[in-house]
Every structure is written in C-alpha cells, then in structure tokens.
C-alpha cells in the first residue's frame, strides 16, 4: 500500500475512486494506517518540518516547449520543462505540496483545438490536465481565462457539478484530476461559490523530533482560491447573469475562518491577481498587498500579471510598500509569483513546529524562491532544464491532430508580416487585423444596425507581442503561404469583436491613453533615452488607414502628446460621431482610455472571435499584399530634435524590417542589448 507522505502520491485516479469511496477523513486515515500511524503526536511537541509549497501560475496550456505560431520548439517556457523542477523539488523536500494557480486551460492552438475545433469528449481529460496528472497536483485555482470557453466548457473539464444556468450540474466528467477551489465567484442560481471555496488536505508530514530522528505527524492544509473579478467585463457574453463576483479580501474573512474552525493548521491562498499599490476595492484585478494582511492566511501564490516574485533584478518588479523581494514577503507573509507559461516554479518552504497537537508556522523562518527552466552558467550561457520525458507522450496525439490543424492554408503574402517595429510606426502585422474588424463591423451594421448606418466605421488593434517574452516574443508571419497559425499568430488572444460608439473627442483621448506606451523624451539630455515605457504593447491602440491621420509628440508628458489628429484631412470635429470595431476586453475595461470603454459605450457585442474575423477576412482576401494590407501608417512621430540617442528594443538584426517598411529613421546599435532576452539595441531619429 502507498502512504500520502506530502509530495509523493498515489495516481489520481485511485485517489479518485478512493475519496468516492471512503470520503476525505477516511481516506487519510486509511493512507496514514498503511505506513504505520503517526507517531504519538502530544509527545513530540518541538518537533519541526519544512513545508515546500511548489507553485506553477498562467501555464496558459503550453504543455510543451512549442510554439503552434512558428511550428517550432522553443525551450524558454513548457510545463514538460517545469515538472523536472517540480520532480527535483520533491527529492530535495520530504513535504511538498503542489498547488495551480489559474490561467491553465487557454492559450494556444492545442487549447483552442481542445476547446472549440475538435471538442474533447465528457471522458477524455484536457491534454494539459493530463499532462499535469503526472505530476500529482494537490490543488488549483481558477484564472480569468478558464471562462473564456463559456460555463459548460468549464463544467465539463472541471469534472461537472458546476450549479449554474445553462449549465447540466449533473454532468459527471473526467475532470481536472484535483480539487479547483475559488472563492469568490458565485452562481447566481443558488447564491453559493461556484465551485467549491476551499479543500482540507489531511496529509502526513515527516519532521525532525526534538532528539533529531525523524516522526511523522499529521497536519491539515487549507487551500483556498480567489480570480480576479473583471471576469465579468472580459467575459460577459458567458457570465452576465449567472455568477457574480467579491472581493478576494471580503471572502477570505468569510471563508478562511471556516478553514480554521474545520481544524486546518495552515493555510495557503491562491491568488490569480498580483500586486498593485492602489487602494482596494471588491472590484481590485491584483489585490495581493490587501490579502496578505487577512488573518489565518500563512502563505500566498500569486499570478495574473506573467511577473516575477521575488525579484533578484537590480530594479525588481514590484517595488512597492510592504514588498520584500530579499525575504519574498509581502506584508511578511511569505509568497511567490513564478512567471508564466511554465518557465519557473515557485517555492514557498514554510518552516513549520509542533506545539503537541497542531502545527504553527514561523514566517520569520520561512522563505520564497523562484527556480526557472532557463539560467546563466558561470560563461554567461544559457542552461535549460531538460524537458520530463513523461509528459510529451501523454498528449503526442492532440498535439499533432493542433499541429495539422493550424497547417490549413487560407492565403499568401508578399511581405514580412511583423511586430517587430509597431512601436516605432510599421503597421505590417496590424493593419490586415484592424482591415478584418472594421469590414467584419460595416456589414453587421448595414445588415442589422441600421440607426448607425451613417457612422463611419474604423478599427483599432495593437501589437499584441511586443516583446515582453523576449527577442521571439514578436507577431512574425514570412513571405508565402498563409495558414491557420499565422493568423492566430497576427492575433494572439482569444477575444470577441466589440463596436462601440464614440465621438472625435473621445477618439482623441483614446489616443491619448495609448501612448503612454512611450517614456517622455528630453530633448535636451545627451545620455541614451529608452522610447518605450512599461505601458504594455497590447494597449498600443492604432489606427491603420488613410482616412486617420495623427502624430504622437513624444517630448510631451502624458495626456498631451497627439497633436494634428485630421479625418478625412480635415481637422477631426471632436462631436461627430464614430463606431470604433475593438475587443471585448478594451470595449468592457478599458476605462482608463475613455469613459465609454466601460461597456456603456457598446453597441454590438459579437459572438465570433477576433481572431476567426481575421481568418475569414484572409480566406475571402487570400492574396495578402503590403500595398493593400501593410503598409498604411495613421500615426508618426511629431519631429524633434534630440541632443542624445534615443533607443529602443527590439528582435535582433531585423533591421532590414524597418527598412521594407518604410521606415528609414531606424538604426541598429547593438546586435545584443545586454538584456539577456535575445533582443537588439536601435536608434530612432525623431528629426526624420
């Protein structure tokens, strides 16, 4: 018989069948009794135990070290990779517990085969939960992105039981393979969390006794999760009506309690947010600073903004108060962020002691850590862990049936299609998207709209990669065929086209909010001047048409930096009124750009997806060109003379790109930036 020592486990599926059976407390009676029971507990009072909680957070499906885009391995991310760190953790802590924090089922093309094209059946395990079972997770969370399917996609690989509308709760499937806990989300029908708030682990820990052998001692683990509550901007087509959200602080007062009073002597909050110095509020997207000051909690996993936490950089993320990147505390609570897509698993080791009948956490003892699948040797080279032979194998026949499917032909350019250089003014990769929404938006409109007939019609998009990830982080279709792949790679994310309606002046200030993309530029300073600033590239918001025409002035501070924005070569009339085609995720949360991108500003909420917009678009104009899909420019920089360089990242040697595009007042500096991501050093001359 198998004994549950924390981090060595018997399969999912007999833990399954054997919880149906015998119910939790039986079961951890019955895997305690098969090693021998616990040592006498009152006498071991003192006795200490390190408890490694391992984290993986924003898997975002990528089981393998594969890019669907590029047909191509790539070794910086891949859950294959991070379970060798999870398996090296585990030989290196008696205790580990091994807990998901969200964002797991969506995120590339074999998530979407899963999901939408090739629907798995009631039976079959999604291939990244399959991947995961291998390693025996103990625990997960959910992350915004596990409603972007829709309630019964999600009650379907959850297992069932999802008591919802539109959703049959008495669906049995095969499920996650470990218990998904979330607060903070509730079903409108029964008023209760959607899933289940939290899970009691009853475990076995091996300690250190006082005398220094080893016992083994009982322990309960609570484990409890908490989204972010814009799921119900970003998915609202899906959720509206049927669940709402709380604060993650208000349901960790009201549940983490209960863990307490059910016996668990510590627990861990899973949190798919991060960390943000504004004042909470119920609606917070990453209220990490405020969780860890909820009393009862020991220790917090953290995701949702792909960062890093600790931090060893020299300029670390998240530098804010109560954040302690030395210690990996926040609040003192020790906690961790590991990245995402798999390229690191977070380590919590809580240092636990024994006062005789239950366990007690010293947080001064405990400590945070990230390990990542890639690092620098002592030469300064890349190291990447190996992948884990046992995972690739387990999905080989999805993965090919995702690969073929992104194979399917749909056109052909005659240019570079990229993102290399949308900062600095090349619409090559952006201008087909904003081309597919806006045609995609007119006929609905002449069809079915017809009181805003007289409208006229645009679009927007951004650079969706813009080399966050690093120097392959970039939209980058060749010259030639046109698949499947390509497209979803000229659109990275699984979002609906929106219309909303809004005025010149509010064109204006979306602009405005856009670009803040860039740094503010001194044109007197001599020293180099980084252009872009950490305003993410997915907000880039752009125009790609003749008919709008704008510069952005970059010596100006925020707010005031789009200067002769013309329509139609006019002068834009700040009434007169337009319809904007975007996504639901700007339509509905993007009040920061303007007020009416809070959702009040729609007007046609469609059902299909971005990104199938732009592969119909293609099919029906399969013979892409730059000429008629690449190379319209709204936007430029206002001329300024600058005493010093002003530069820029970007992929490395592709200045040939910039060239193609047209943009001549781009140079390569240095082949290598020094950022250790793969990525180049360029000049902008904004006096061209």
């Not at 903070?184 to 820990?205: A, F, G, I, M």
């Not at 509550?229 to 970003?234: A, F």
């Not at 960062?307 to 530098?319: I, K, L, R």
Request: proline share 5%.
């Amino acid at each position: 018989m198998s004994e549950r020592i924390l981090g060595f486990l018997i399969s999912p599926s007999q833990v399954s069948r054997r919880v149906a059976a015998l119910g939790v407390v039986a079961l951890a009676a019955s895997l305690a009794a098969c090693g021998g029971s616990s040592d006498n507990a009152s006498s071991n009072a003192g006795a200490t135990a390190t408890l490694a909680v391992l984290e993986t957070t924003d898997l975002h499906f990528n089981v393998r070290s594969y890019d669907y885009f590029k047909l191509a391995e790539d070794k910086s991310y891949g859950f294959e990779r991070t379970a060798t760190l999870v398996r090296a953790a585990r030989k290196e802590f008696a205790n580990t517990l091994l807990v998901d924090n969200g964002d797991t089922i969506q995120g590339t093309a074999l998530a979407d085969y899963e999901a939408t094209v090739s629907p798995i059946p009631c039976t079959q395990q999604l291939s990244m939960y399959k991947a995961m079972g291998a390693l025996g997770f103990d625990a997960g969370t959910l992350g915004n992105h596990e409603f972007n399917y829709g309630l019964p996609f999600l009650n379907q690989v959850l297992g069932g039981g999802l008591d919802v509308d539109g959703v049959d709760a008495t669906k049995k499937c095969a499920g996650a393979g470990y218990p998904a806990v979330l607060a903070n989300v509730y079903s409108n029908k029964t008023k209760k969390p959607l899933v289940q708030p939290y899970t009691l682990l009853e475990r076995t820990l091996v300690a250190k006794g006082t005398d220094g052998k080893e016992v083994k001692l009982p322990i309960k683990i609570g484990v409890i999760g908490f989204t972010t509550p814009g799921i119900m901007n970003w998915d609202k087509r899906y959720l509206e009506g049927k669940v709402y959200t709380e604060g993650a602080v208000e349901s960790a007062n009201k549940y983490v309690p209960e863990l307490r009073a059910k016996g668990a002597d510590i627990v861990v909050a899973l949190l798919h947010g991060g960390l943000d110095s504004a004042a909470y509020s119920a609606t917070m997207e990453n209220p990490g600073l405020y969780l860890s000051k909820v009393a009862g909690i020991d220790a917090m996993v953290m995701g949702h903004q792909h960062g890093v936490f600790p931090d060893t950089a020299a300029t670390p993320s998240f530098n804010l108060p109560g954040v302690d990147h030395k210690a990996g505390t926040v609040n003192g609570m020790p906690a961790v962020m590991a990245s995402s897509w798999g390229k690191a698993l977070g380590v919590v080791q809580l240092a636990l002691q024994w006062d005789g009948s239950k366990w007690v956490v010293n947080k001064t003892a405990s400590k945070s850590e990230l390990r990542n699948i890639q690092s620098k040797n002592a030469a300064g080279a890349t190291v990447t862990v190996d992948a884990d032979p046992a995972i690739a194998p387990l999905i080989e026949t999805q993965h090919q049936a995702a690969i073929q499917y992104v194979k399917t032909p749909i056109g052909q350019t005659d240019f570079r299609m990229s993102t290399l250089f949308a900062d600095v003014g090349d619409p090559g990769a952006i201008q087909i998207v904003n081309q597919a929404q806006q045609a995609y938006v007119a006929a609905y409109i002449k069809a079915s709209l017809p009181q805003y007939a007289a409208l006229p019609v645009l679009s927007v998009s951004a650079p969706f990669k813009s080399g966050f990830q690093g120097g392959a982080d970039y939209t980058d279709v060749a010259v030639g065929p046109l698949a499947i792949n390509n497209a979803a790679d000229l659109y990275l994310y699984p979002n609906t086209v929106y219309a909303v309606k809004v005025n010149g002046a509010d064109i204006k200030n979306w602009l405005e909010a856009a670009a803040k993309r860039f740094n503010q530029i001194d044109p007197a300073k001599t020293t180099e001047q980084q252009l872009i600033s950490t305003f993410p590239g997915y907000n880039f918001d752009m125009f790609t048409t003749a008919d709008m025409q704008y510069e952005i002035d970059v010596t100006q501070p925020v707010g005031s930096r789009i200067k002769n924005l013309t329509y139609l070569g006019k002068p834009i009339d700040g009434a007169q009124e337009f319809v904007i085609a975007t996504n639901n995720y700007r339509a509905t949360s993007g009040k920061s750009f303007i007020d009416k991108l809070d959702g009040s500003g729609t007007i046609w909420a469609s059902p299909d997806a971005n990104r199938d917009v732009v592969i119909d678009y293609i099919r029906k104009n399969p013979a892409v060109t730059r000429a008629a899909n690449g190379a319209a420019k709204s936007w430029r920089f206002a001329k300024a003379t600058v005493a010093g360089p002003v530069v820029f990242s970007s992929g490395a040697n592709a200045l040939s790109v910039a060239q193609a595009a047209g943009l001549g007042n781009v140079s390569l500096l240095a082949a290598d930036d020094g950022s250790g991501k793969g990525t180049s050093k360029y000049g902008v001359d904004l006096s061209k």
